[in-house]
């Protein structure tokens, strides 16, 4: 599985929480600035999106030419969708 991970910047507030949170060694503090190191290794378990406080992070199954592995299983999926949805609530 080859998973995309996008940070944007301009939220970023440079906690290091993301990378803090990676057990997988995909994000790295580089330069004063979380960055993906080794994408091969994320599992998708969105531990980064979880603890960044900005919501600044976001992860999602890649296609690509090189992949054929097939689509993320509806259980998976529907847990993503269940996090992003609780995430965007603030308490």
């Known amino acids: 599985m080859i998973v995309e991970i996008k940070i944007n910047y301009d939220k970023c507030t440079r906690c290091k929480e993301c990378v803090k949170a990676c057990s997988y060694g995909v994000l790295e503090w580089l330069d004063d600035l979380p960055v993906v190191v080794n994408p091969k290794s ?11 406080p ?4 976001t992860s999602e199954r890649a296609v690509s030419a090189y992949d054929n592995s097939q689509d993320i ?3 998976l999926e529907k847990h993503i969708e269940l996090f992003r949805n609780a995430s965007s609530h603030q308490y």
């Open 42 to 52: 994320c599992a998708l378990c969105l531990e980064c999106e979880k603890n960044c």
């Open 54 to 57: 900005v919501n600044a992070i």
């Open 73 to 75: 299983p509806e259980p």
